[in-house]
């Protein structure tokens, strides 16, 4: 069985800045585009289960920056839909609703009404990725893994998931740019293996 790798895409200009970047489908900055080089070492000559990677742009860049060929686009791997909130800081939103917390309070409707997702909402797409690469990761030659290229909260929503706990609970696991998890299993129960991981840079 092999061990699920997510990778969180590199720098945007909204995410130097602390912007809730959820479907606006901005590019990688040159920063973000350097920081995606650096994975490629980790990757080179490796072959994988399976590449699979949100439909946005910085996603998919970032997957090809780091010489994951054949990476199969899937909707349900698309960013946190934060309506109202798409790209204000926290602090913006904390002026007008103090403590606020995206992960307990969620996010405010679209001008036209129209809803954004709670954490159980992102929590049912990260199900069914996870039901749908199970099988792929159980048939897995040992060594052979997964690899996911998505977006900070979607990831963190997924390794909750992934771990049994409640979707909110993804606020305990704190994903930089361009840097890589490692979920796994020892004696049975899924564990996290590695987190936020630069490879490639030293530290």
Same mark, same amino acid.
């Given at each position: ?80 839909? $934060? ?26 409707? $679209? ?50 998931? $992934? ?41």
């Amino acid at each position: 069985m092999g061990d699920l790798l997510l990778i969180r895409h590199g720098a945007t200009e909204w995410s130097a800045s602390g912007r809730h970047t959820g479907r606006t489908d901005l590019p990688l900055t040159p920063d973000g585009e350097a920081e995606a080089r650096t994975l490629a070492a980790s990757f080179s000559g490796r072959s994988f289960a399976f590449v699979l990677t949100s439909p946005l742009r910085r996603a998919r860049h970032t997957a090809e920056l780091a010489g994951l060929r054949g990476a199969v686009a899937d909707d349900d791997l698309c960013e946190w839909d $934060y309506g109202g909130y798409e790209g204000l800081t926290t602090a913006r939103i904390q002026r007008d609703r103090p403590s606020w917390s995206l992960w307990r309070d969620g996010v405010a409707p $679209y001008a036209d009404g129209r809803p954004g997702e709670s954490a159980a909402d992102v929590g049912r797409r990260a199900d069914r990725v996870l039901a749908r690469i199970a099988p792929l990761l159980a048939a897995a030659d040992p060594g052979t893994d997964g690899v996911v290229v998505a977006h900070a909260h979607l990831l963190r929503v997924l390794t909750a998931r $992934y771990l049994g706990l409640p979707a909110s609970e993804g606020r305990l696991f704190l994903l930089t740019t361009a840097t890589v998890g490692r979920l796994s299993t020892e004696h049975g129960l899924p564990v996290i293996a590695g987190w936020n991981q630069r490879p490639g840079v030293s530290t």
